[in-house]
Every structure is written in C-alpha cells, then in structure tokens.
Nanobody
Framework: VQLQASGGGLVQPGGSLRLSCAAS????????VTWFRQAPGKERKGVSC????????YTIDSVKGRFTVSRDNAKNTVYLEMANLKPEDTAVYYC???????????????????WGQGTQVTVSS
C-alpha cells in the first residue's frame, strides 16, 4: 500500500512539468489528495488539494493560475500540472492522501495516513 510521486525534473524558467501521484494497493477514489512542496531549509507547505470526486479543489494563491490539480480515478492517479515555472518553485514535491470526509479540501499539513516519497523539481536556467 503506497503512493508514488513522479514526474519531477530540471526545467528552465517558464517551462512546464506534470507531476503524477499514483496509488498502489488501494484505490484513491475515496481519498482527498494533497500536494505539498518543501524547499531546502524551509518547512513543507501545502500547494493544492482535490476531493475524491474531483469536484472540489484548492490551490494556494502563489501558484494559482499556473498550477492545476486533477485526477483520473480510473487510473488511480492524481496530477499536478505546473506551467510558467519560476525558480522559487524549486522544491521536493510530495503527495499525500486521506479519506474524504466531505466538503471542501484545504492543503493543510498534518499526519496523513499515506505519503508519497517525493519528486524533485528544479527550475533553473
């Protein structure tokens, strides 16, 4: 039972990446999935979350309009599309999942039952 985050890499400013968070051993369709990032020397911070159905999502202001969270429950995967990347987006990106209790999600940091291992995103020329 695990989550696996992938899709990170080195990209130039203004470039794009799509991160994936795939579940194995359980189905994600009952879970809220939240994306976090942690830059060197800084605390882990929530970036975006999406409800189990995909009907509700939330993205922090600093990346709104550039990052889009989505999910494909048939593929048991949640995505984070990142466009117009900036050097300050450089971080290790993690996904986490928790049972959807209903209502809107917020990308809050707490002890989620499932965490992905993280994928490095580096934005540099």
């Amino acid at each position: 039972v695990q989550l696996q985050a992938s899709g990170g890499g080195l990209v130039q400013p203004g470039g794009s990446l799509r991160l994936s968070c795939a579940a194995s051993g359980f189905t994600l369709d009952s879970y809220v999935v939240t994306w976090f990032r942690q830059a060197p020397g800084k605390e882990r911070k929530g970036v975006s979350c999406i409800s189990s159905s995909g009907d509700n999502s939330y993205t922090i202001d600093s990346v709104k309009g550039r990052f889009t969270v989505s999910r494909d429950n048939a593929k048991n995967t949640v995505y984070l599309e990142m466009a117009n990347l900036k050097p300050e987006d450089t971080a290790v990106y993690y996904c986490a999942a928790d049972v959807d209790s209903g209502g809107a999600c917020l990308p809050l940091l707490y002890d989620y039952p499932y965490w992905g291992q993280g994928t490095q995103v580096t934005v540099s020329s």
